[in-house]
Nanobody, 121 residues
Framework: QVQLVESGGGLVQPGGSLRLSCAAS????????MAWYRQAPGKEREFVAR???????TYADSVKDRFTISRDNAKNTVYLQMNSLKPEDTAVYYC???????????????WGQGTQVTVSS
């Protein structure tokens, strides 16, 4: 069984920065694309950023030039560096990854439990 565990959320003032981490653990054979999504109160979950195995990245327009996604394949970890944070970035941030376990050798899409990010003065 594969687990994704996020960390790094918290309360930050507008204009501040936070770095989220998401570590995958368990019986992992390989990990494909890794991504971050977020869900604000009363809104649907939305895409934030993704990074492919080779390092190629894509971003939502709302976070482009402010957020940076990266990954450490040796540590099975994905990061989200968030700069110039705005109140509208307040949401629960979820990690997502395509993971192939050693048990089934089947690709599966996994989610973390989420970490709260609050941007407020």
């Amino acid at each position: 069984q594969v687990q994704l565990v996020e960390s790094g959320g918290g309360l930050v003032q507008p204009g501040g920065s936070l770095r989220l981490s998401c570590a995958a653990s368990g019986s992992i054979s390989s990990i494909g694309v890794m991504a971050w999504y977020r869900q604000a109160p009363g809104k649907e979950r939305e895409f934030v950023a993704r990074v492919f195995t080779g390092g190629t990245t894509t971003y939502a327009d709302s976070v482009k030039d402010r957020f940076t996604i990266s990954r450490d394949n040796a540590k099975n970890t994905v990061y989200l560096q968030m700069n110039s944070l705005k109140p509208e970035d307040t949401a629960v941030y979820y990690c997502n990854a395509n993971v192939r376990s050693t048990a089934s050798m089947i690709w599966d899409n996994s989610w973390g439990q989420g970490t709260q990010v609050t941007v407020s003065s």
